[in-house]
Structure formats: C-alpha cells, structure tokens
Nanobody
Framework: VQLQASGGGLVQVGGSLRLSCATS????????MGWFRQAPGKEREFVAS????????DYADSVKGRFTISRDNAEKAVYLHMNSLIPEDTAVYFC???????????WGQGTQVTVSS
C-alpha cells in the first residue's frame, strides 16, 4: 500500500493550493480517505475526510468553508482544494486510508504547505 501526497508549496495569505494524493496497492473505491496535517511542535490533526462514494464529506471546524475534499475513484486519487489560506494552515499535509471507524493508516510522505503573511 502506498500513498503519496503532492502539490504543496509556498503561498501568500488568501491564496489557494490543490493537494493530490496518489494511491496504489489496495482497492481504492473500498475505502474512505482522509487528509491530516501536522504543524511544527504540534500533534497531527484531522483536516477532512470523504466516504467511498464521495457524497459524505467531513471537515475540521478550522477549515470549513475554505477547504474541499474530493476523490476520483477511476484515478485512485484524493484531493484537497484549499482556498483563503491563512498562516495557521502552515503544516505538512498527509493523506491516509480509513481502516476503522476513526482509524487511519498508510500515511505515506506528506507535502509541505507554507502560508506567508
């Protein structure tokens, strides 16, 4: 099982980025997926999740209305569209596969997002 996040970078406050997560080694359409982030000196935190079909999406309160999670089952990929970025969004972002009610696994390498003020 492999998950590879990409698309991070340096962006100014108010800017946008789209993160991608390419996956392999499992039946992508059988799993809900999630995005998490970890800022320096802080614990990893939940950002967003999407169910198998893509109809149910959940977000952390801190990103609601600004971030959108989506998935493409044919491409075996999950995406995070981030708008109106603020410095507090600076973190390494990871995608993960949901293996239980609240359990995620197969984090893979993250992608750095830095928002400058």
């Amino acid at each position: 099982v492999q998950l590879q996040a990409s698309g991070g970078g340096l962006v100014q406050v108010g800017g946008s980025l789209r993160l991608s997560c390419a996956t392999s080694g499992f039946v992508f359409g059988n799993y809900a997926m999630g995005w998490f982030r970890q800022a320096p000196g802080k614990e990893r935190e939940f950002v967003a999740s999407i169910n198998l079909s893509g109809f149910r999406r959940d977000y952390a309160d801190s990103v609601k209305g600004r971030f959108t999670i989506s998935r493409d089952n044919a491409e075996k990929a999950v995406y995070l569209h981030m708008n109106s970025l603020i410095p507090e969004d600076t973190a390494v972002y990871f995608c993960a596969r949901r293996i239980g009610l609240r359990d995620y696994a197969n984090w893979g390498q993250g992608t750095q997002v830095t928002v400058s003020s």
